[in-house]
């Protein structure tokens, strides 16, 4: 069988996305394991563009998932960067937050799940973004684990 833009390598048809009804909508997902990646997940299937943010050099954890790899890759990693764009930044740097603060302010929507209190010490609390018009957080604490799952539109 040809390859076609439609095929992938093993001659699988490659899924298109549709628009969905959340086109046009940009997110920028900085969470990492399960609940920030699986919220990216959902929003970029019903169609938004997500801009997912990783760590130079090792990327998310969930690239690394897993007992089983085939060609080398999780199992886990594609489904839940699914319809995803990455993008590598240092956040640890002023260089990538103020990246990361540019980014955010041409989106509607940041995700982030870090242990409470990391953004803020990274100069990337919610305090630093300019909001448009309106401000909403979601969060999700469970204090057995010290993470939250925040979900911010602008």
């Not at 080398?72 to 930044?89: D, I, M, Y």
């Not at 302010?105 to 909001?131: K, M």
């Amino acid at each position: 069988m040809p390859l076609t833009p439609a095929h992938d390598p093993a001659g699988l048809p490659v899924a298109q996305p549709s628009p969905g009804p959340l086109a046009g909508l940009r997110v920028v997902e900085m969470g990492q394991l399960l609940a920030g990646p699986f919220c990216g997940q959902l929003l970029a299937d019903l169609g938004a563009e997500v801009i997912k943010v990783e760590a130079p050099g090792v990327g998310d954890p969930m690239r690394q998932w897993g007992r089983e790899k085939p060609h080398g890759q999780s199992l886990w990693w594609p489904v839940v960067a699914r319809n995803k764009k990455s993008v590598t930044v240092n956040l640890r740097t002023a260089e990538g937050q103020d990246l990361v603060r540019r980014l955010a302010a041409v989106s509607d929507v940041l995700i982030e799940n870090f242990r409470p209190g990391t953004l803020e010490r990274w100069n990337l609390g919610y305090q630093r973004y300019n909001y448009r018009e309106d401000f909403s957080s979601l969060q999700d604490f469970r204090a057995n684990t010290g993470y939250t799952s925040i979900l911010w539109a602008f």
